[in-house]
């Protein structure tokens, strides 16, 4: 199957600090990506849905101006975490689209740790 | 606005039960239904897929099923072996992303 690597895998940063998130289709071109973000023993939660050349679209209650998400290109979306604090501790996955959207072919990266100390 | 909900949040078998997850949505106007595991501080693995028009997938000792006039979907394992233990989520896709259960968190035994 298709490819989503997810980078840094573990972060660990100050509070006030801003951290970045790098999600990438190794061998496909992916014009939709989602990030999500997991709480322990939670499920995964939507933040917002990236489309290359365009804004986010962030879900109910994720502050955009906490979390910026740059799709610049069709293999690359990037989720930012600007002054981070405590409480953004959390694991960050991203999934890639390979083509239509209800066709069900999502593809999930390892996920990213982050620990605000 | 789509809910998921799966039971049992917990689950310990010995090795070599067959066992059988449950999912169930809110919302039947669903595109598709997945079923993913997630081990401890990993992503997520694919494991069935399910169209709407679909009513199973099997895949190894996996089967899933889907019944969307009644917003359910099981997930049978059979034979279960201590490297099953896992979480296994299920989502359903109504719009364009995924919405994750909280999981099941199946522990087998040997």
């Known amino acids: 199957g298709a490819v989503v690597s997810q980078h840094p895998s573990r972060v660990i940063c100050k509070s006030g600090t801003s951290v970045k998130i790098e999600c990438r289709s190794l061998d496909f071109q992916a014009t939709t990506m989602f990030w999500y973000r997991q709480f322990p023993k939670k499920s995964l939660m939507l933040m917002a849905t990236?489309?290359?050349?365009?804004?986010?679209?962030?879900e109910q209650g994720v502050e955009k101006d906490k979390f910026l998400i740059n799709h610049a290109s069709l293999t690359l979306s990037t989720l930012t975490v600007t002054s981070a604090h405590p409480e953004d501790s959390s694991f960050y996955i991203c999934?890639?689209?390979?083509?239509?959207?209800?066709?069900?072919?999502?593809?999930f990266g390892e996920g990213s740790r982050l620990t605000v100390l | 606005k789509q809910e998921v909900t799966q039971i049992p949040a917990a689950l310990s078998v010995p090795e070599g039960e067959n066992l059988v997850l449950n999912c169930s949505f809110t919302d039947s106007a669903i595109y598709n239904l997945q079923w993913f595991r997630q081990d401890p501080g990993k992503g997520l693995t694919s494991l069935l897929l399910?169209?709407?028009?679909?009513r199973e997938q099997t895949s190894g000792r996996l089967n899933a099923s889907l019944d969307k006039s009644s917003g359910r979907s099981t997930l049978y394992i059979a034979a279960s072996q201590p490297g099953d233990s896992a979480t296994y989520l299920c989502a359903a896709q109504a719009g364009t992303a995924l919405i994750f259960g909280k999981g099941t968190t199946l522990s087998v035994s040997s």
């Open positions: 999934s890639a689209a390979t083509g239509a959207l209800n066709t069900g072919e999502l593809f």
């Open positions: 990236s489309n290359e050349g365009s804004k986010a679209t962030y």
């Open positions: 399910i169209q709407s028009s679909q």
